[in-house]
Every structure is written in structure tokens, then in C-alpha cells.
């Protein structure tokens, strides 16, 4: 048998060593012999070899002549049949674990089985486990988990077809047990055209899942003495950038079925997240259907549905859902926003959408959210345009059921007849008068009427005269067919005759003249319509107008301008319209403070021209790097600020800084430095107990 190793390999020593360091690897070699379990033959054996290679290499001449032969490009060794496991073992032991088990493997397989119960087959075997582990732990070295796998698996097959070795069997099985998160990671992780690995990853990720309990573990598993709930849920937040959308809706969907609460959750943001991504709104409803189900402990899902309506364009609903939210919190940052409502529903909106939806998904790119090309796009509008005509129609629909006439049974003898039309007034029916006092009753919602929406009313009730109006013909000759009370009350013929044709005239004049009218005056009055075609206008304002908003996102990213000095006194700024001297002024003071308070030279004390909320947040930053030991020196230059927008009660100026910022521990010792020349940021204003006060900011716009 020729085996892929020289005798430098063999016995361990490079091509450039002396006959010293040849006899002393040597030395050591024998004294380490392998004490896995092999039989003395085969360690005796061993121990020749290597003798036998010292010998040759120690030897000038020798050494001279095989040195010459691997120039020549010779390569490997042969080895006597006798001595082919001991070879196999001193491959093993070079370094080359996968080499020597595919041989060793093979040496096992027919024609080359060896005889049952003999020494060979029992060091073969033993030696086939020890290649396979090593192999396995080699690949996992070059983080190719799934063929660190194969070998495991190899090796455990073979152990079970020779049936020896149940204790290294059983270690093998463990291993094997223990690769499966990382197995799954190196299959998901390859490029999306090998369809087959990923297939077959995801499919080990269900199955995983599924045996653990749920995303919750609720169940012991064999995965729990090695992947406890902390463990997988690291390992699950890695996994996930790795699935697309529609494979997380699939397998979170499939999840919750089995009794996953958790599962539910992350199917309810994948839903939004494709439905905001691909602007497909149908799948913000689904999401809602699920969220709405769900019954979370600790979870306050009145914010996320209210997001949900925010982009279904019904802004009442979202106040209402906000307004609802358990967060004492948000409700008070909501309340106490120096803009209105709407813009602070945006921006939670807004961030929610950057930070927790759109994150964690292959094929959604995370990038800075745009509530303006959302309510921009035309498939949107259209959308939510037929969702208005549906609701409309259904509470149209409804009324008309419960709050317009109901069908009478007539009567049929005079006397019945006349109680009928005597009470006319009580009866809700459509006379003149009763179909105005009924209409007024409809529960129309307030901003959806349009010429459309009137053409499609004014048709609805149009019907439902006509059907009045057979019925009562049909009712009329049932009445004449009975002689009876034609002999008894002739007169009653021309009462009735009379009664269905000025009830038929009165409506239909009513819906053309008065009813039409009513309507176009009310429309005049009302608020425009939330969503509108675009090229139709309503009192000047489209759907970008009144989702308007400037989003405003969460940044650690504070700057202090060097030239400000320690003399600045904190002033409010009362001006109506400040300068923008003025503005730069009350920002520099905020970052000098702010740059002080970091490094731990001073307190925070700007009450009167920075929000709350902003001086909070810096207080937590500096607990938070108390705890880690650490202090932040930022020096930044103001180089240029412009005026973004300005209203009464806001204002947004753009800055751009020249930004140093440096991380040093208690001790002194240096920790990390940025540097950004230019820092874009936006600082907002609000303007609240008659001064001007700085809000918040976006930093790298």
C-alpha cells in the first residue's frame, strides 16, 4: 500500500533538519506511543518504522539518495501488507486525520474486510473513529461545519455496521448533536444558487426547533445539555440575517401553529416587513390579525397596531391606539410633543420600522425609512382607496338594513289597510319627509363623501325605492282581487293608487334636486379625504400632506464645538424667529456641556434650552460607561449650519462638524478614537413654555 507521506512527515521533522534533531523527534516519538487502544502488534510495528526512518535519514548517503528521489517528484511510501495499519497510524499522527480515514475506511469495505475478530479489524476500527473525530474537528477549525458533520456521520455508520466501539459510537453521536446549530449556520450561510444546501439547512432549522419546544425550548430535547434557551437564542439572532422574509413568514407561521407565542410575534414583523418593503398593504392586515391574537405577557401591542393603521392611512384609529398604549412613557412623550400628534406618530413609526422590522432579513436591504414614498406610491393610494370604498359600502350596507325601512307584511281587508296609512309617520316608511329624516341617521363616516361615493348612494337607495315600489303594486293587486273590500271601499282604490305614485315621484325628485345638493354642501364643509387619486385635488392637500412628518431617529452621536468656552451662560431663547447666530449659539452651549458631562468634569444643567427627554438620554449614556469603566473625550468644530425648515413651533437646522471622539478607560490607558470630517447632523427645535428648546437630532443624514 502506498500511503501520501515522506519520512520527514513521517517521523516528524522538516526536510532541513540534522541528524541531532532527526534522533531526538525520534526519541520522542517512541516514548509518545498512541494509547487509544491499539493491540501491541500494531504498536510494535509502528515503532519499526520509525526506526526504520531514522535510520535513513541519519545516514548521509541514504539521506543523499532520497532526497534526490523527491526532487525527482517522488511522493509517498510504500508499506508491506503487514505493516499498512501502522502506516495508517503514522499518517494519522502527521497531521493528516482525512487522508488516513478515507484509507481506513476503505480497508474495512469489502474485498478488503478484514477477518471477523481479528487484531487488524479491531485497530482499523479504532483507527476509523480517531480519523473520523480528528477529521471532523479539522473541518470545524475551517468552519466548514457541514463536512465536519459527514465525517461524524461516516464514522458513526461505520461503527454501527462493525457493531464495536458503542462508548466512541456514542462520543461520536454527541459531537454530531453538538454541530447541528453550526451545520445549519454554514448551510444557510452559502449563496442562495446552491438551493439544495439551503433547503436542506432550513429544514434542519424547523426540525431543531420544533424538537426544542418552540422558539421558547419548552420541551427537553436531546439539544438541551449543550444549547440552553440563552445559547440558541444567540444563535438564532445569527441565523436569522440569513433567511429571506417569505422563509421567516413560512417557518414562524408553521411555528405558531405548533403553540408558539413567540413565533407569532416575529410572523406578525416579517408580515410587516414584507408588507412595507414590497409595498404590498394586504400583508399589514394579516400581521395585524395575528398581533391582535396573540396574548403576550409584558406586551403592549397597542403602539404596533397603531403603526399599522398609520400606514393604512386611518389617523383617527392610530390616535386612538396610541391614546390606548399601557407606556405612561410614550403617551407623555406623545402628549408633550413639541409638534403635533401626527408628526410624533410618524416618527415612532418611523423608527420602529428601522430599528425592529426591517432588520434581520437576506433579501430586505435596511436602509433609512421614507413614509413619503409610501404614501406616495401609487399602488398604496389605490389601495387604500378601495379599502375606504369597502368600508364605506359595508356601513352603508348596514344601515340601510337596520336603520331604512323594513319590509311590511300587508293587509288584507280594509280595515287592516287603512290602520296601515293611518300611522304612516311612525312607520319609518319612505314617504316625503322620512327619507331625508332617515338618511340623516346613516352612520356615513365623516370625509368619505365624493361624487363617486354619492352617484354610488343615490343608486343603493334608488334600488330600494324600486323594490318598495313592487311591492306595494304587488300588494295593490292582491287588493284588487278582492272584491269584497272593492264593493266595501271603492275609494280606497284611488287612495292607494295615488299614495304608491307620490311616494314613487317625491324620492326620485328628492334624490335628484335636495338629497344632491345636501350632499355637495356638506362635502364643501368637510375635511379632505385622507387618500385621494392623484390627480384629483381636495381643498389643496393630498395624502402626503396630511401624513406629513419629519422623522426624527436615535443617535449616540454628540459633538461639542471647540470654540465655545466655559464662559457661555445657559440663557433661554425667546425669540419668535432666532437667528441663526443665535441657534448656533444655544447648540454650541448644549455640546460643551454634554462633552463635559461625558469625560466626567461636570454635571448637566441645561433645564432651559434642551429638552427632558435629551438630558436623560446623556445621563444614561454616562451610567452606561461608569459601568464599563470608561470616559469619552469629543472634540468637533461647527464648519457650517443651515437652515433646513421653520415653523412657530419647530425649527431644523443642518450642521456639519469636524468630529474627534476618544474612548479611555479609568486608568488612563487609550481605548478606540473616531474621527469624522464632515459629521452631518440635524438639530430640531421646539418651541415650548415661550422659549426654544433643543429637542433631538439625527446624526450622518
Given at each position: 500500500?502506498?500511503?501520501?507521506?515522506?519520512?520527514?512527515?513521517?517521523?516528524?521533522?522538516?526536510?532541513?533538519?540534522?541528524?541531532?534533531?532527526?534522533?531526538?523527534?525520534?526519541?520522542?516519538?517512541?516514548?509518545?506511543?498512541?494509547?487509544?487502544?491499539?493491540?501491541?502488534?500494531?504498536?510494535?510495528?509502528?515503532?519499526?518504522?520509525?526506526?526504520?526512518?531514522?535510520?535513513?535519514?541519519?545516514?548521509?548517503?541514504?539521506?543523499?539518495?532520497?532526497?534526490?528521489?523527491?526532487?525527482?517528484?517522488?511522493?509517498?511510501?510504500?508499506?508491506?501488507?503487514?505493516?499498512?495499519?501502522?502506516?495508517?497510524?503514522?499518517?494519522?499522527?502527521?497531521?493528516?486525520?482525512?487522508?488516513?480515514?478515507?484509507?481506513?475506511?476503505?480497508?474495512?469495505?469489502?474485498?478488503?474486510?478484514?477477518?471477523?475478530?481479528?487484531?487488524?479489524?479491531?485497530?482499523?476500527?479504532?483507527?476509523?473513529?480517531?480519523?473520523?473525530?480528528?477529521?471532523?474537528?479539522?473541518?470545524?477549525?475551517?468552519?466548514?461545519?457541514?463536512?465536519?458533520?459527514?465525517?461524524?456521520?461516516?464514522g458513526i455508520q461505520l461503527l454501527q455496521r462493525m457493531g464495536k466501539l458503542g462508548e466512541i459510537r456514542k462520543d461520536l453521536e454527541e459531537d454530531l448533536a453538538s454541530l447541528l446549530p453550526y451545520r445549519i449556520l454554514d448551510l444557510l450561510s452559502r449563496d442562495l444558487n446552491d438551493q439544495e444546501s439551503h433547503k436542506k439547512g432550513l429544514n434542519m432549522l424547523e426540525n431543531l426547533i420544533i424538537k426544542r419546544?418552540?422558539?421558547?425550548?419548552?420541551?427537553?430535547?436531546?439539544?438541551?445539555?449543550?444549547l440552553n434557551q440563552q445559547e440558541f437564542e444567540a444563535f438564532f439572532q445569527q441565523i436569522k440575517p440569513y433567511l429571506t422574509v417569505q422563509e421567516q413568514i413560512d417557518l414562524f407561521l408553521e411555528l405558531q401553529k405548533r403553540g408558539s407565542l413567540e413565533a407569532g410575534f416575529l410572523a406578525f414583523l416579517s408580515l410587516t416587513a414584507i408588507g412595507f418593503s414590497r409595498r404590498k398593504p394586504e400583508k399589514l392586515?394579516?400581521?395585524?390579525?395575528?398581533?391582535?391574537?396573540?396574548?403576550?405577557?409584558?406586551?403592549?401591542?397597542?403602539?404596533?397596531?397603531?403603526?399599522?393603521?398609520?400606514?393604512?392611512?386611518?389617523?383617527?384609529?392610530?390616535?386612538?391606539?396610541?391614546?390606548?398604549?399601557?407606556?405612561?412613557?410614550?403617551?407623555?412623550?406623545?402628549?408633550?410633543?413639541?409638534?403635533?400628534?401626527?408628526?410624533?406618530?410618524?416618527?415612532?413609526?418611523?423608527?420602529?420600522?428601522?430599528?425592529?422590522?426591517?432588520?434581520?432579513?437576506?433579501?430586505?436591504?435596511?436602509?433609512?425609512?421614507?413614509?413619503?414614498?409610501?404614501?406616495?406610491?401609487?399602488?398604496?393610494?389605490?389601495?387604500?382607496?378601495?379599502?375606504?370604498?369597502?368600508?364605506?359600502?359595508?356601513?352603508?350596507?348596514?344601515?340601510?338594513?337596520?336603520?331604512?325601512?323594513?319590509?311590511?307584511?300587508?293587509?288584507?281587508?280594509?280595515?287592516?289597510?287603512?290602520?296601515?296609512?293611518?300611522?304612516?309617520?311612525?312607520?319609518?316608511?319612505?314617504?316625503?319627509?322620512?327619507?331625508?329624516?332617515?338618511?340623516?341617521?346613516?352612520?356615513?363616516?365623516?370625509?368619505?363623501?365624493?361624487?363617486?361615493?354619492?352617484?354610488?348612494?343615490?343608486?343603493?337607495?334608488?334600488?330600494?325605492?324600486?323594490?318598495?315600489?313592487?311591492?306595494?303594486?304587488?300588494?295593490?293587486?292582491?287588493?284588487?282581487?278582492?272584491?269584497?273590500?272593492?264593493?266595501?271601499?271603492?275609494?280606497?282604490?284611488?287612495?292607494?293608487?295615488?299614495?304608491?305614485?307620490?311616494?314613487?315621484?317625491?324620492?326620485?325628485?328628492?334624490?335628484r334636486n335636495n338629497f344632491k345638493k345636501s350632499i355637495q354642501d356638506n362635502a364643501v364643509e368637510d375635511k379632505p379625504l385622507i387618500v385621494v387619486d392623484k390627480n384629483q385635488k381636495v381643498d389643496n392637500k393630498d395624502i402626503t400632506q396630511e401624513i406629513k412628518k419629519k422623522s426624527i431617529i436615535k443617535s449616540n452621536t454628540l459633538t461639542v464645538d471647540q470654540t465655545v468656552n466655559n464662559s457661555f451662560k445657559?440663557?433661554?431663547?425667546?425669540?419668535?424667529?432666532?437667528?441663526?447666530?443665535?441657534?448656533?449659539?444655544?447648540?454650541?452651549?448644549?455640546?460643551?456641556?454634554?462633552?463635559?458631562?461625558?469625560?466626567?468634569?461636570?454635571?448637566?444643567?441645561?433645564?432651559?434650552?434642551?429638552?427632558?427627554?435629551?438630558?436623560?438620554?446623556?445621563?444614561?449614556?454616562?451610567?452606561?460607561?461608569?459601568?464599563?469603566?470608561?470616559?469619552?473625550?469629543?472634540?468637533?468644530?461647527?464648519?457650517?449650519?443651515?437652515?433646513?425648515?421653520?415653523?412657530?413651533?419647530?425649527?431644523?437646522?443642518?450642521?456639519?462638524?469636524?468630529?474627534?471622539?476618544?474612548?479611555?478607560?479609568?486608568?488612563?490607558?487609550?481605548?478606540?478614537?473616531?474621527?469624522?470630517?464632515?459629521?452631518?447632523?440635524?438639530?430640531?427645535?421646539?418651541?415650548?413654555?415661550?422659549?426654544?428648546?433643543?429637542?433631538?437630532?439625527?446624526?450622518?443624514?
Amino acid at each position: 500500500m502506498e500511503l501520501p507521506l515522506d519520512h520527514f512527515r513521517l517521523i516528524g521533522v522538516s526536510p532541513s533538519s540534522t541528524s541531532e534533531e532527526i534522533l531526538r523527534a525520534f526519541q520522542l516519538r517512541l516514548d509518545k506511543t498512541p494509547d487509544e487502544g491499539f493491540t501491541y502488534e500494531v504498536l510494535t510495528q509502528r515503532s519499526e518504522l520509525l526506526r526504520l526512518t531514522a535510520d535513513l535519514l541519519t545516514d548521509p548517503e541514504s539521506r543523499r539518495e532520497y532526497e534526490n528521489l523527491l526532487l525527482n517528484g517522488s511522493s509517498g511510501l510504500e508499506f508491506p501488507s503487514n505493516r499498512e495499519v501502522a502506516g495508517l497510524i503514522l499518517l494519522w499522527e502527521s497531521g493528516a486525520p482525512k487522508e488516513a480515514f478515507k484509507i481506513t475506511r476503505k480497508a474495512l469495505q469489502p474485498p478488503q474486510t478484514p477477518a471477523l475478530g481479528s487484531s487488524r479489524e479491531a485497530d482499523l476500527t479504532l483507527l476509523a473513529a480517531l480519523t473520523a473525530r480528528d477529521s471532523a474537528i479539522q473541518e470545524q477549525q475551517l468552519r466548514s461545519y457541514s463536512n465536519a458533520a459527514d465525517f461524524l456521520q461516516e464514522g458513526i455508520q461505520l461503527l454501527q455496521r462493525m457493531g464495536k466501539l458503542g462508548e466512541i459510537r456514542k462520543d461520536l453521536e454527541e459531537d454530531l448533536a453538538s454541530l447541528l446549530p453550526y451545520r445549519i449556520l454554514d448551510l444557510l450561510s452559502r449563496d442562495l444558487n446552491d438551493q439544495e444546501s439551503h433547503k436542506k439547512g432550513l429544514n434542519m432549522l424547523e426540525n431543531l426547533i420544533i424538537k426544542r419546544g418552540g422558539l421558547e425550548g419548552n420541551n427537553k430535547s436531546e439539544y438541551g445539555n449543550y444549547l440552553n434557551q440563552q445559547e440558541f437564542e444567540a444563535f438564532f439572532q445569527q441565523i436569522k440575517p440569513y433567511l429571506t422574509v417569505q422563509e421567516q413568514i413560512d417557518l414562524f407561521l408553521e411555528l405558531q401553529k405548533r403553540g408558539s407565542l413567540e413565533a407569532g410575534f416575529l410572523a406578525f414583523l416579517s408580515l410587516t416587513a414584507i408588507g412595507f418593503s414590497r409595498r404590498k398593504p394586504e400583508k399589514l392586515f394579516e400581521a395585524r390579525r395575528i398581533l391582535k391574537k396573540l396574548n403576550l405577557s409584558g406586551l403592549d401591542s397597542m403602539p404596533l397596531v397603531g403603526c399599522l393603521d398609520l400606514l393604512l392611512a386611518d389617523i383617527d384609529q392610530a390616535y386612538a391606539r396610541f391614546s390606548s398604549s399601557s407606556d405612561e412613557n410614550l403617551r407623555d412623550w406623545i402628549n408633550n410633543y413639541p409638534g403635533n400628534k401626527l408628526e410624533a406618530i410618524c416618527i415612532f413609526c418611523k423608527n420602529w420600522l428601522e430599528n425592529d422590522v426591517l432588520v434581520g432579513y437576506r433579501d430586505i436591504e435596511s436602509k433609512e425609512v421614507d413614509l413619503d414614498s409610501w404614501f406616495e406610491d401609487r399602488e398604496i393610494q389605490e389601495f387604500i382607496e378601495q379599502l375606504e370604498k369597502k368600508s364605506y359600502k359595508t356601513t352603508l350596507k348596514s344601515n340601510l338594513q337596520n336603520q331604512l325601512i323594513k319590509k311590511e307584511s300587508y293587509p288584507k281587508s280594509s280595515e287592516d289597510f287603512e290602520s296601515t296609512f293611518v300611522n304612516v309617520e311612525e312607520r319609518s316608511l319612505p314617504w316625503p319627509g322620512g327619507i331625508k329624516k332617515e338618511y340623516e341617521k346613516l352612520d356615513i363616516p365623516e370625509n368619505k363623501f365624493n361624487e363617486k361615493t354619492f352617484n354610488n348612494t343615490s343608486i343603493e337607495i334608488y334600488k330600494y325605492l324600486i323594490e318598495k315600489f313592487a311591492e306595494l303594486k304587488f300588494s295593490f293587486g292582491e287588493f284588487l282581487k278582492d272584491k269584497e273590500n272593492f264593493s266595501r271601499s271603492p275609494y280606497l282604490i284611488y287612495i292607494y293608487a295615488f299614495l304608491i305614485l307620490f311616494t314613487f315621484g317625491i324620492g326620485t325628485g328628492f334624490l335628484r334636486n335636495n338629497f344632491k345638493k345636501s350632499i355637495q354642501d356638506n362635502a364643501v364643509e368637510d375635511k379632505p379625504l385622507i387618500v385621494v387619486d392623484k390627480n384629483q385635488k381636495v381643498d389643496n392637500k393630498d395624502i402626503t400632506q396630511e401624513i406629513k412628518k419629519k422623522s426624527i431617529i436615535k443617535s449616540n452621536t454628540l459633538t461639542v464645538d471647540q470654540t465655545v468656552n466655559n464662559s457661555f451662560k445657559v440663557e433661554k431663547l425667546t425669540k419668535a424667529s432666532p437667528s441663526l447666530q443665535e441657534i448656533r449659539n444655544l447648540i454650541n452651549v448644549w455640546l460643551l456641556s454634554k462633552s463635559n458631562y461625558l469625560s466626567g468634569k461636570s454635571e448637566i444643567n441645561l433645564s432651559k434650552i434642551v429638552s427632558k427627554g435629551l438630558i436623560d438620554r446623556t445621563i444614561e449614556e454616562r451610567q452606561k460607561d461608569i459601568k464599563k469603566g470608561i470616559y469619552k473625550e469629543i472634540n468637533s468644530q461647527i464648519r457650517k449650519i443651515e437652515l433646513e425648515s421653520q415653523t412657530s413651533s419647530r425649527i431644523a437646522v443642518l450642521v456639519e462638524l469636524n468630529y474627534l471622539e476618544r474612548i479611555i478607560k479609568n486608568s488612563g490607558e487609550f481605548v478606540n478614537e473616531t474621527s469624522l470630517t464632515p459629521l452631518k447632523v440635524k438639530y430640531i427645535l421646539g418651541f415650548s413654555n415661550k422659549s426654544w428648546k433643543l429637542v433631538d437630532f439625527v446624526s450622518g443624514i
